[in-house]
């Protein structure tokens, strides 16, 4: 399922799936709820991604698991043909519900919606995963709130071990005859900065057997030379065959570290939270090399008030799509007076530029720019 | 300016402008503050509309007329190249700004943004609508609340006719100099539902002469029969090779009346803002002469929960435009979801709906269905 092609200056490989093949490294859009915020389907194609990244947590509470089965599945949900990964819902379940009880069968946790309990176990997210057709299924794994004990880490290492041995047995019983029965499924290591437990976590899952590994609990407040120092000593024991994910937020300049200690994939709000927010990613000049390649600017800067710039990054490399279709039509201008009146069209415009700044970036990086 | 081409069964012309033809009858969508609630430009043109209105009031609050006249008007400013009409800021002036105080010279006003005073005359009026570059710009009236006694709407009705001529005035010396010298003035008919004081409106406003006239202070609650009793006396005694535009809100069917009286013009908030609360408008069958050819349904019902019914209105007439396709994606239980989980895809999804429909009932009206 994982060809890789090349290992220096960078990994570069494919991921095929039953909806496309992933060209690595790559960057997955968040569509929590089966959009991505502000876009339509048609501009994630435009915007030519391969991949969405959605949320088992929250699907499963809306609109549930027998809409989605009624549905038929994710992918024809949002009229999406490109592949799609779920989460397992183990990070939202220990973020996001209300007073959750963890027990060795899982978790059971109230919904912040309507308050009804819910009990989120290994199989179960595995049941809920296949339903939405997902490409690449995430095991359910368990989180720990921070500050933490070794112990404490410890054991949501091993019961993330047992957990992911379960996920394994589902999904090996139940992919076949599943609507996508191509899925893959991969573990995801916990241990914090720990490098010890790191190690012991991934030994534990490569023993199960995935078909690629996660590195989850990264980027939850730690200094970024932790992040990097865990990757360094993890990576290597990770076999080369099988893609790895770093799960959860990176900045741009990050991601290049990451991608040259050999991570793969990728997904990250903040192109997508930033952009509500006003803040866009524009390109400064196209050497990765140096960390001050791109600029994070505030379009509620008076700056850019009566702008007659184009909205369309002038140091875009490539600008022949829709998407930058779309964006050229526009002054820096324009778009700070929709920020300033709350149009919603400003979410949208911004949204777009910074999730084809983030494209652009793998873009980049997998041409060896 | 105006081609009149057909009186029976309903009038139907030609509008020429600077920025395309419009045949009459025709809806114009709201782009209040320089965007349609929800829609990119391109939407806008997918929808094939030829026109939108949009608020001098507000685009005078926010961004300014010196940025407006910095970014090239309004059609630069949103990258439209079909018309805009613009209406005078009168009605928003007395419906939304505090503390206004109203003498001969105009209306004195605080912005409810940053509470700065502003003095909004008829020359101001003007001024500003040249500044955006309309096509159709609306002379500054006076609104009164209601209820008013009939001195009171004399009042208003004088003060309309000398404001109309100051209007006037002011454009015939500066639209030649303007950036859209073929741009057209349009005169408000007030006098609330007295017919005398209707008539003395249109006789004052006749004498000064404009390319069109407006039928304004309907709309505000008055009975439907009161409305098409005021039109029944007020349209024939309105030159013929003028074009008419009932000003505010109203349904498809109250439409269809008053165009069979013979309006040619309509602008409505209900399409966009009914779709951002969840209530869409659907074709129930083609003819118009009876009063259910549509309902307006609830997507929050539960009936739509789950439903693989197709989001593209299966009484559409025409379902050949990019707007109908990317409708045609989706199902009703995808929009339902986006609206359960306030997905912002929603309300643009929505608003695409509406306005078709509305859009389609013109053409529906034009073609004699």
Chains 1, 2 share one sequence.
Request: a negative charge; one cysteine or more.
């Amino acid at each position: 399922m994982f060809e890789l092609n090349s290992e220096t200056p960078i990994r570069k490989g494919v991921i095929h799936t039953s909806h496309g093949d992933l060209q690595t490294p790559f960057f997955m859009p968040i569509a929590t709820r089966g959009a991505v915020k502000t876009l339509s389907t048609k501009e994630i194609e435009d915007l030519g991604s391969p991949i969405v990244l959605s949320n088992t947590y929250h699907l499963f509470l809306r609109p549930g698991l027998e809409i989605m089965e009624r549905m038929g599945g994710l992918h024809r949900f949002m009229d999406w043909n490109g592949a799609i990964l779920t989460d397992s819902g183990g990070f939202q379940v220990f973020s996001l519900s209300q007073r959750r009880k963890v027990t060795e069968e899982g978790v059971l946790f109230r919904s912040p919606i309507d308050g009804a309990e819910h009990l989120l176990t290994p199989e179960r997210s595995m049941e809920i995963q296949l339903t939405l057709g997902s490409d690449v299924l995430m095991c359910f794994d368990e989180v720990i709130a921070l500050p933490a004990t070794e112990q404490q880490t410890l054991e949501a290492v091993e019961r993330t071990e047992r957990w992911a041995k379960r996920c394994k047995d589902y999904y090996e019983s139940h992919v076949g005859s599943s609507k996508n029965p191509n899925a893959k499924l991969f573990g995801i290591i916990q241990g914090g900065t720990d490098h010890a437990l790191r190690q012991k976590s991934a030994e534990g899952l490569l023993k199960i057997g995935f078909d690629g590994y996660a590195i989850g609990g990264l980027s939850v407040g730690e200094p970024f030379q932790d992040a990097l120092a865990v990757l360094d000593e993890l990576l290597p024991i990770l076999p080369k065959d099988r893609p790895r994910y770093f799960m959860g937020g990176a900045q741009p300049h990050q991601i290049v570290e990451y991608v040259k200690r050999g991570v793969d994939m990728f997904d990250c709000v903040l192109p997508t939270r930033n952009a509500r927010h006003g803040h866009l990613y524009r390109w400064k000049h196209p050497d990765l090399t140096k960390p001050d390649f791109y600029e994070v600017i505030n379009l509620m800067n008076a700056k850019w008030k009566g702008s007659t710039e184009s909205l369309l990054d002038p140091n875009l490399p490539e600008s022949k799509g829709l998407t930058q279709k779309e964006l050229g039509r526009y002054t820096m201008g324009y778009l700070h007076h929709l920020f300033d009146v709350q149009e919603m069209l400003a979410y949208r415009l911004a949204t777009m530029q910074n999730l084809l700044f983030y494209l652009q970036l793998f873009e980049r990086m997998r041409r060896g720019d």
